[in-house]
């Protein structure tokens, strides 16, 4: 049920921190990939080793692993990593600290630099947990966006009993199961992507090709997966090597090669989003053997590949969603909207290369997206995962 998820869990010093070895365990069970952050305060309850075996990820306790080497640990990298980060147990000193900005631990700093949704499951003496501190602390916590899981009754290690226990680890389980298998208008959804380059082959040893790095349509294909749609990326060559391991990747080197694949794979598909550069030109003839240079002039004659995407368009139905791609230098808007029409789509995504920043080369992405209503939306510089959720988030909310 956590299949691809990323959950980073924090734990602080309270004796229910053994309860968080189960917790890791549950949530490995679940197929999360885990990773455990504890303050040096937890290190009185659990042993960095057991939660280094259940996560089977290294334990993070310090901003450096090795001091005089210069290692650190990454706390910006980790805390954009998550999908989720959870603190459990959570003391009054971590949610102190939380509540003020205050970042004296490598914990304290993930927290600050998580852009995932953050889960606190409070765990100390009840006492500690009714005095008006704690509870300002948590009211401010929740008003920045902080899910905060009230603490609950029962006999506390202090021998007192009341409220002040962290919640068992199988309803944490439970809770964080169920936050990723919410329905989304993606869930059940066949989609299908198609990416990166074309090589087009003019001899064993050469091909025509271009900078496409795929990364755009491998970052739509990871976030579809994770919002529960199902998957088919055809790729061409790229150097990608993460990728969700729910995604069926259809590996593909010419624009003749991906369009057999799509044209039988786009039937089926209730949304196809092509972002994939595909070669206009292919060599008429491939030499069986390399060619060799001689004292002329080499031309090469070249024929036109099948518009993959315009080859969709003439099949698409009624029910059917077709997004494409467009890489404009100049009258963007205009031959954007031409090739909308042109193919038939529901929508297409715009990338200037007067945009700095934009296009199929590096991490970062600009772009507008057009509808078939004339619709046209602008986004910001991005990095290439956030623009792929803003175009998911545009097309569940197209209609066919
Ligand atoms: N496309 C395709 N098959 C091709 C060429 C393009 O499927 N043979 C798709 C791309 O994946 C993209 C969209 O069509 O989604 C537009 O690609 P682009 O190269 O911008 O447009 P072209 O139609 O090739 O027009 P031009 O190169 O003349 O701008």
Redesign the pocket.
């Known amino acids: 049920m956590l299949r691809g998820k990323k959950i980073l869990l924090g734990i602080s010093g309270s004796i229910a921190a053994y309860k968080s070895t189960y917790l890791v365990r549950y949530l490995v069970k679940e197929g999360a990939e885990v990773k455990v952050v504890m303050t040096h305060a937890a290190l009185d309850f659990v042993t960095p080793v057991s939660l280094a075996t259940l996560s089977k990820n290294p334990v993070i306790m310090d901003f450096y692993s090795d001091r005089e080497a210069g290692t650190w640990n990454n706390h910006v990298e980790l805390g954009l990593w998550a999908d989720l980060l959870l603190i459990a147990p959570a003391t009054a000193n971590t949610l102190a600290n939380m509540a003020h900005g205050i970042c004296d631990n490598v914990l304290l700093a993930c927290y600050l630099s998580a852009r995932c949704p953050v889960w606190v499951f409070p765990a100390m003496d009840l006492d500690m947990y009714a005095n008006a501190s704690t509870q300002a602390n948590l009211k401010i916590l929740s008003k920045m966006g902080v899910k905060v899981f009230e603490a609950t009754e029962g006999e506390l290690a202090s021998g007192l009993s009341g409220k002040g226990r962290m919640q068992e680890p199988e309803e944490i389980r439970d809770e964080v199961v169920h936050l990723f298998n919410q329905k989304t208008y993606w869930s059940g959804k066949h989609v299908l992507i ?1 990416a990166g380059p074309t090589y087009e082959a003019i001899d064993p040893v050469r091909f025509i090709g271009n900078h496409s790095s795929g990364k755009m349509g491998y970052a739509l294909a990871n976030k579809a997966a994770s919002e529960g749609a199902q998957v088919t990326l055809v790729s061409g060559p790229t150097a990608i090597t993460e990728l969700d391991p729910r995604v069926d990747l259809v590996s593909v080197v010419s ?1 003749s090669e991906m369009n057999n694949k799509v044209q039988a794979l786009f039937p089926s598909v209730d949304v196809g989003i ?5 070669a ?1 030109y292919t060599p008429r003839q491939v030499s069986d053997t390399k060619i060799k240079k001689n004292d002329n002039e080499l031309s090469l004659d070249l024929v036109k ?5 315009g080859n969709c368009g003439k099949i698409k139905s009624e029910d059917q969603l077709l997004i ?4 404009e230098t100049n009258d963007e808007i205009k ?1 954007a909207t031409e ?1 909308l029409k042109k ?1 038939n789509l529901n929508a297409i995504i715009l990338n200037s290369l007067k945009d700095e920043g934009a296009g199929f080369k590096g991490d970062n992405n600009k772009i507008t997206i057009i509808d078939k209503n004339n619709n046209i939306l602008e986004f910001g510089l991005k990095s290439k995962t956030e623009v792929a959720n803003d175009i998911l988030n545009f097309i569940s909310k197209l209609k066919s």
């Open positions: 198609t624009a092509f972002a994939a550069a595909v206009d590949t099948q518009d993959i995407l494409g791609f467009a890489l031959y090739k193919k």
